[in-house]
């Protein structure tokens, strides 16, 4: 058998930093970067006597995040203390949702390839993030107590995810759900997002799961991607090679794009129970009508839209909405210009791989890029000129037809014009033509390119390609 | 000047008249201090250069001609696990022996913003657990009628303090019985109120839903001017719901009327009850029947599910509460450690006693995965079943009367099983009202032969504070109160 005969069944828990001023049961702020321990007080540090008191807004960011994942809001929910010691825990305890949840049984949904497929949530609960540790080499630990205490919400999926790619789609989502929601900025490389995977593999038809592995501390889509590829492959090489495996963690080495055990899984005993000190958490039906009235429209909704009234197809609204700022973006630009699909193109291959994980996307004027689609569509520049001129509107913003004028950039539609260069082009390259008479195609390029130099890159090529042709029909 | 045998209307109106200065009162009670501490005990931390300072101040303030809270200038003292900024908060334990708390709990806060002065902070079983102050970390306290007996526990300090005179009140908390047992023993008022009348900020927690602060006194009005000072809402203890009808200093001054008092003998004597005291409540419910209450036999079944029930949801909360003193963020930290395993494991154990210890354990036990359906969710169910037995027994009743301990206070160094039944059995009548979280009241119904105090509990339905002080105080002004603790030889 080969790695085709299995199938890899994929969960993750998702974890989301939120963005409320104040931490989850305190007053402290959530600054992230502050200088350690300074975002603290009695409660946060554990100081015997201190007592939580819960932080509304959590809640409300908390629905938000389930309504975004069409998710059942329990008008009831409560929180229970898991005990634990860990340095970076004062209370040695983290105060989470085990029993009853603030939101359950929702669903993303993630396009991969040119199928969308609907992963299922099984719940999102709130809880306190832990401190930091700075481990000082040779010198010991430091801790930094600033995160205690900061709110997060836990998403977590169903196994229904199957290979890499559509755990990257899927946290894709979830991210742009975090952003389009508001309630964090969702940067992996700060940890206001954060992943574990959990993976078995079976044989394809099978229905049962085989033996889970928890894979932790991954801090790139990219690297979650091939954490899992990796983790994937060594599982089938063990059963194929007839070992079995062990529930375990395990942690991705970057370096080497393998995943080591970290910890064979014991089973831990966190001695859930109800945290006495807070009270349930009651929500009106009203609250949860409030919260969605509030909420900005979301990627899905953005990208229904787009399809319709732009003739996108699913691949280019969706990548258009994956993230809330190109989104926003393209919605400022497509209102500057007569030709939507034009501009989908230009920013589809131009724009978008702006976009990354950690950036906010170029400074560009929308309504600038807006009219260079006009300049584009209506053949007034080439798409090569465009680029140029994309291009130097990222580093200052200005008029692009004035611009175009200005640099003596449009394109050369008129034959009697373009004449010249292509009879240049011809004369310049023989050895071209010879090949093109010879039934080779490609020799095109090479007379194009003559062309494009003649012209400082301004013939509109679809014109000058068929001059060429011409020219050489009777040869 | 016998400020002892004086009501804390009295000394604050004393204070009023310029009749005595706070200055002198708080000096008086040093001067008590320097003669009986030494053998009494009461105290971890004594506040005397605070105090004067508090005290100057109130009589400045009195002279300017200011109209001061009723507790203004008068000493009491503060259990050893409320926190007090800038003072030493110990919780009688060597883990926090040397820590200041950068904070002061919400009760504190109310007290000095009354200008209570403070007389020190009070010795206490370590982490209040425990029923006889011999658990403190620092040294027993002894109890001022008899000073080879314990004063009980676990707010014993605080009881030894105010029965000698050391102090003219003192709070105490309350989780299984820790005011209204060390209040019977010490001959004292105790007040456990309704569980959310008193905020818990700033208290050092041992098992959040049934820990409760209250007032310790001499006399039944004292303890009721106090309660009404320290219920506060505190916006900051979800629990927390302050006082919601008037206040019970107001509700003493009602008609006693013809209350029905409940009166469960069945379980009263299924217990090794001492006769001195059976006898003494025997008289007691005489008492109240002559005066036109109706004394009514009640059952309470669930007494022994109770106890077993309260043992396994205080440890079980305990433990998790107690897990933060790891010698990480402060407190005892070993010099011994090396790994951060060691730094848990010697700082705990050495800094931490038997007793926090055993409920630690039990906790840790009750909760774990394999036991947490057969102890802790069964004992949250018996909960609920102590909660509807009392429910049904204030359909028909005002209160319901009971001991408060089966025993007068016992030796010093008794080992429990010498105390009869099991260890934890002596606590059992205190424990129906912490677990329903109903308010219960320890008044001294008087000596026995050998001089030792014995108490009555009264319990009510929750908020029903100014009802329970009512039928305290028709006892109280009939009998007086108990003769003072006799003076202690050195």
Same mark, same amino acid.
């Given at each position: 058998m080969s790695i085709k005969d299995y199938e890899c069944v994929i969960g993750l828990e998702v974890h989301i930093e939120l963005k409320t001023r104040h931490k989850l049961f305190c007053q402290c702020a959530t600054t992230f970067g502050s200088p350690p321990n300074t975002q603290v007080c009695p409660v946060c540090l554990a100081m015997p006597g201190s007592l939580p008191a819960l932080n509304r807004e959590v809640v409300e960011f908390a629905i938000r995040a389930g309504i975004a994942t069409h998710c059942t809001i329990a008008h009831r929910s409560s929180f229970d203390r898991k005990n634990y010691f860990y340095p970076d825990l004062p209370k040695a305890y983290q105060?989470?949702?085990?029993?009853?949840? =603030?939101?359950?049984d929702g669903y993303v949904e993630i396009t991969s390839g040119d199928q969308t497929k609907k992963i299922r949530i099984n719940r999102i609960h709130m809880e306190e993030d832990a401190g930091k540790l700075i481990h000082l080499p040779g010198e010991g630990t430091l801790i930094d107590c600033n995160r205690c205490g900061v709110p997060l919400i836990e998403v977590v999926s169903e196994p229904d995810l199957r290979s890499g790619e559509e755990a990257v789609a899927y946290l894709r989502k979830l991210r742009a759900m975090a952003r389009y929601t508001g309630i964090s900025d969702g940067k992996m490389n700060e940890g206001s997002l954060r992943c574990d995977v959990n993976l078995s593999i079976r044989k394809k038809g099978q229905t049962e799961l085989g033996t889970r592995v928890e894979l932790k501390n991954i801090n790139s889509f990219n690297f979650v991607a091939r954490a899992i590829e990796s983790e994937f492959k060594r599982q089938v090489a063990l059963i194929e090679e007839g070992g079995s495996l062990v529930q375990e963690t395990r942690r991705f080495d970057e370096k080497t794009g393998q995943t080591y055990s970290m910890r064979k899984k014991e089973a831990a005993d966190y001695r859930y129970f109800h945290d006495p000190d807070l009270v349930p958490v009651e929500i009106e039906a009203q609250e949860i009508e409030t919260v969605r009235a509030c909420i900005p429209r979301l990627a899905h909704e953005r990208k229904a839209g787009y399809m319709e009234a732009y003739q996108l197809s699913d691949y280019e609204a969706?990548?258009? #909405?994956?993230?809330?700022?190109?989104?926003?973006?393209? &919605? &400022?630009?497509?209102? /500057? #210009? /007569?030709?939507?699909? #034009?501009?989908?193109?230009? =920013?589809? /291959?131009?724009? *978008?791989?702006l976009y990354t994980e950690d950036s906010p996307g170029p400074a560009l004027n929308p309504l600038s890029l807006g009219r260079l689609a006009d300049l584009i569509a209506e053949e007034k520049i080439n798409s090569n000129t465009g680029r140029k001129v994309l291009k130097a509107l990222m580093e200052e913003d200005f008029d692009p037809e004035a611009y175009i004028e200005e640099h003596d950039l449009a394109q050369i539609n008129d034959r009697q014009l373009l *004449?010249? /260069?292509?009879?240049?082009? =011809?004369? @310049?390259?023989?050895?071209?033509?010879?090949?093109?008479?010879?039934?080779?195609?490609? @020799?095109?390029?090479?007379?194009?390119?003559?062309?494009?130099?003649? #012209?400082?890159?301004? *013939?509109?090529?679809?014109? @000058? &390609?068929?001059m060429i042709r011409e020219a050489l029909k009777d040869r | 000047m016998d400020y002892r045998s004086m009501e804390l209307s009295q000394l604050a109106q004393a204070l009023r008249k310029r009749s005595l200065s706070a200055r002198e009162l708080t000096e008086a009670v040093f001067d008590r201090i320097d003669r009986q501490e030494a053998v009494i005990g009461a105290y971890i931390t004594l506040t005397r250069d605070l105090a004067l300072e508090q005290a100057d101040r109130v009589d400045r303030l009195l002279q300017e001609g200011l109209? +001061?809270?009723?507790?203004? %200038?008068?000493? %009491?003292?503060?259990?050893?696990?409320?926190?007090?900024r800038g003072i030493r908060t110990t919780n009688a334990s060597r883990m926090m022996a040397d820590f200041i708390p950068p904070y002061d709990s919400f009760v504190w806060r109310l007290l000095r913003q009354q200008e209570m002065v403070l007389v020190g902070k009070a010795n206490m079983d370590e982490f209040a657990m425990g029923h006889s102050t011999e658990t403190s970390a620092f040294h027993p306290t002894r109890n001022p009628y008899d000073v080879t007996r314990v004063p009980g526990g676990s707010s014993g300090g605080s009881a030894a303090a105010v029965a000698s005179g050391q102090a003219c009140f003192a709070l105490g908390s309350d989780t299984g019985g820790s005011i209204r047992q060390p209040a019977a023993l010490c001959g004292l008022v105790g007040m456990r109120p309704t569980y959310g009348l008193v905020s818990r900020r700033g208290v050092t927690t041992f098992a959040s839903s049934l820990d409760q602060v209250g007032p310790m006194t001499r006399s039944v009005r004292d303890n009721a001017l106090v309660l009404d000072t320290i219920a506060v809402k505190d916006k900051k203890d979800v629990h927390s719901r302050g006082r919601g009808g008037g206040s019970c200093a107001d509700s003493l001054e009602e008609a006693f009327g013809q209350p029905v008092i409940g009166w469960p003998e069945e379980a009263v004597l299924a217990n090794d009850l001492d006769p001195a005291v059976q006898a003494m409540l025997q008289e007691t419910l005489r008492f109240y029947e002559s005066q036109g209450a109706r004394i009514l036999p009640v059952k309470m079944k669930t007494i022994d599910a109770a106890l077993a029930a309260y043992y396994i949801l205080s440890s079980a909360e305990g433990f998790s509460s107690m897990n933060r003193y790891d010698g990480i963020h402060y407190g005892y930290r070993s010099p011994d450690a090396e790994s951060l395993e060691e730094i848990y494991f010697l700082s705990r154990s050495q800094a931490l006693g038997t007793e926090v210890k055993e409920r630690i354990l039990l906790g840790c036990f009750a909760l774990s995965e394999d036991h947490y359906q057969d102890y802790y969710m069964k004992a949250a169910q018996a909960r609920m079943l102590v909660k509807e037995e009392l429910d049904r027994i204030f359909q028909d009743c005002h209160a319901i009367l009971t001991p408060v301990t089966a025993t007068p206070a016992w030796p010093l160094g008794t080992l429990p099983e010498e105390l009869g039944g099991d260890k934890y059995s002596n606590d059992r009548f205190? +424990?129906?009202?912490? +677990?329903? %979280?109903?308010?219960? +009241?320890s008044v001294p119904v008087g000596l026995t032969g050998q001089g030792l105090p014995v108490g009555m509990q009264l319990m009510g339905k929750p908020f029903s504070e100014g009802l329970l002080y009512r039928l305290a105080a028709r006892f109280e002004d009939e009998h007086g109160m108990i003769p003072l603790a006799p003076e202690v030889a050195l």
């Open positions: 105060v989470t949702q085990n029993f009853f949840p =603030i939101c359950k969706d990548r258009l #909405t994956d993230d809330k700022e190109l989104s926003d973006f393209f &919605e &400022e630009a497509v209102g /500057a #210009t /007569a030709y939507p699909k #034009t501009l989908v193109n230009v =920013i589809l /291959a131009d724009v *978008a791989p *004449a010249p /260069a292509v009879e240049r082009s =011809i004369s @310049a390259n023989q050895k071209a033509v010879d090949d093109y008479l010879k039934g080779k195609e490609s @020799a095109l390029r090479s007379l194009m390119g003559g062309i494009m130099k003649e #012209t400082g890159g301004r *013939a509109n090529p679809i014109l @000058a &390609e068929s | 109209v +001061l809270p009723p507790l203004a %200038g008068i000493p %009491g003292a503060l259990k050893d696990n409320m926190a007090t205190t +424990l129906p009202a912490s +677990l329903a %979280g109903t308010p219960a +009241l």
